[in-house]
């Protein structure tokens, strides 16, 4: 069982990245997805998630407006599209899948924002 984020890097204060996750090992579509940030310094944090089939989406305030967050479970797969990028949302990203009460989360993807 295996979750692999990719996408991350260094961007400029409102450019736009997107952070894709790969599951193997399981069947995704059970799952519920969500995406989890951590600043240095700080508490892991939930940023968005959505429902298995993909029907419903919810997001943090923080991010609500400038990020997205989807999934193709035909190709076992979740998405962050992330636009209008603050200093602030510098961290590593986390994908974690959730079903009941198995967790699986991903090893993370470094998140930088800085002029």
């Known amino acids: 069982v295996q979750l692999v984020e990719s996408g991350g890097g260094l961007v400029q204060p409102g450019g736009s990245l997107r952070l894709s996750c790969v599951a193997s090992?399981?069947?995704?579509?059970?799952?519920?997805m969500s995406w989890d940030r951590q600043a240095p310094g700080k508490e892991r944090e939930w940023v968005a998630d959505?429902?298995?089939?993909?029907?419903?989406?919810n997001y943090a305030d923080s991010v609500k407006g400038r990020f997205t967050i989807s999934r193709d479970n035909a190709k076992n797969t979740v998405s962050l599209q992330m636009n209008s990028l603050k200093p602030e949302d510098t961290a590593v990203y986390y994908c974690?899948?959730?079903?009941?009460?198995?967790?699986?989360w991903g090893q993370g993807t470094q998140v930088t924002v800085s002029s």
């Open positions: 090992g399981f069947t995704l579509s059970s799952y519920a």
């Open positions: 959505i429902s298995s089939t993909g029907g419903i989406t």
């Open positions: 974690k899948a959730r079903y009941i009460r198995v967790v699986y």
